[in-house]
T-cell receptor, first 109, second 117 residues
Framework: DAKTTQPNSMESNEEEPVHLPCNHS???????IHWYRQLPSQGPEYVIH???SNVNNRMASLAIAEDRKSSTLILHRATLRDAAVYYC??????????FGAGTILRVKS | GAVVSQHPSRVICKSGTSVKIECRSL??????MFWYRQFPKQSLMLMAT?????????EQGVEKDKFLINHASLTLSTLTVTSAHPEDSSFYIC?????????????FGPGTRLTVT
């Protein structure tokens, strides 16, 4: 299984940008990089995904290293509602997602 | 984003009984649905992959005779926990992918909290 490594937790101030790193040194050429987040007692929420190029959507930006061995999820202005567990996942064959431990993001007001 | 619902949101059942959880994609067709289980303070664990009209594919260590999955239509999948025991108490979450989209996003339901007494 392709795996990712994320920091256990990070802290941010409200209204400031947040950069959540993810290492995936064993990524294969066909693996997509997916990010989801989960609030307590809720199902995960899709955030963003990409293959090689950087991606932007209304929620976040995804910066992918040129060698694809790492990526960074960027929340441009953190709010209290962004406090969640963020999962960086490599999408495997058959569109399967294998969740790791993720990063707990705390946002301070 | 697309919407997935689950019913019930929480259920309490007695040991030895069976309970069915429904997962519906409300505004898209999901050829593939996934079922996950999450224990407190742990990450999601994939249980099985379900393709419409086909038998589900179970992950290693998941008992297919205990966790019955049916995916009879493009908008409905069900998970039946048979002869439930207290150790089956968990948060069960389903997700769906849009038909025809390779490596696309998964849309998750809100989860069902099962408590077996």
């Amino acid at each position: 299984d392709a795996k990712t490594t994320q920091p256990n937790s990070m802290e941010s101030n409200e209204e400031e940008p947040v950069h959540l790193p993810c290492n995936h040194s064993t990524i294969s050429g066909t693996d997509y990089i997916h990010w989801y987040r989960q609030l307590p007692s809720q199902g995960p929420e899709y955030v963003i995904h990409g293959l090689t190029s950087n991606v932007n959507n209304r929620m976040a930006s995804l910066a992918i290293a040129e060698d694809r061995k790492s990526s960074t999820l960027i929340l441009h202005r953190a709010t209290l509602r962004d406090a969640a567990v963020y999962y960086c996942i490599l999408m495997e064959y058959g569109n399967k997602l294998v969740f790791g431990a993720g990063t707990i993001l705390r946002v301070k007001s | 984003g697309a919407v997935v619902s689950q019913h019930p949101s929480r259920v309490i059942c007695k040991s030895g009984t069976s309970v069915k959880i429904e997962c519906r994609s409300l505004d898209f067709q999901a050829t593939t649905m996934f079922w996950y289980r999450q224990f407190p303070k742990q990450s999601l664990m994939l249980m099985a992959t379900s393709n419409e009209g086909s038998k589900a594919t179970y992950e290693q260590g998941v008992e297919k005779d205990k966790f019955l999955i049916n995916h009879a239509s493009l908008t409905l999948s069900t998970l039946t926990v048979t002869s439930a025991h207290p150790e089956d108490s968990s948060f069960y979450i389903c997700s769906g992918t849009v038909a025809g989209v390779q490596a696309g996003e998964q849309y998750f339901g809100p989860g069902t909290r099962l408590t077996v007494t």
